[in-house]
Nanobody
Framework: QVQLVESGGGLVQPGGSLRLSCAAS????????ISWFRQVPGKEREGVSC???????TYADSVKGRFTISRDNFKNTVYLQMNSLKPEDTAVYYC????????????????WGQGTQVTVSS
């Protein structure tokens, strides 16, 4: 059974850091792309970062230079290291599975996690 479970969210002050984890089960990461999306109530869900099956990474312009996506194939887990956090990064963060390449079209994602809340506030 395919499952994605996010963790690592929480409350952090502006300028702080958090590391989100997306633990995958039921499939192996090295054959799939995994993306992080985020959503604020009342707004559309937006793509944040993606790591392809070959290990290439993609970032939204709003997080370039601050966020880093990585993958541990032994733990079957994808991470999102978030540094220099801003209040506008506040959202529920979701990880999702696509095929091998990174695309932002959400209809190409077949499994989603339940989400983890990130709140950036002083």
């Amino acid at each position: 059974q395919v499952q994605l479970v996010e963790s690592g969210g929480g409350l952090v002050q502006p300028g702080g850091s958090l590391r989100l984890s997306c633990a995958a089960s039921g499939f192996t990461l090295d054959y799939r792309a995994i993306s992080w999306f985020r959503q604020v109530p009342g707004k559309e869900r937006e793509g944040v970062s993606c790591i392809s099956s070959s290990g290439g990474s993609t970032y939204a312009d709003s997080v370039k230079g601050r966020f880093t996506i990585s993958r541990d194939n032994f733990k079957n887990t994808v991470y999102l290291q978030m540094n220099s956090l801003k209040p506008e990064d506040t959202a529920v963060y979701y990880c999702a599975r696509a095929f091998a390449t990174c695309v932002w079209n959400q209809r190409t994602y077949d499994y989603w996690g339940q989400g983890t809340q990130v709140t950036v506030s002083s």
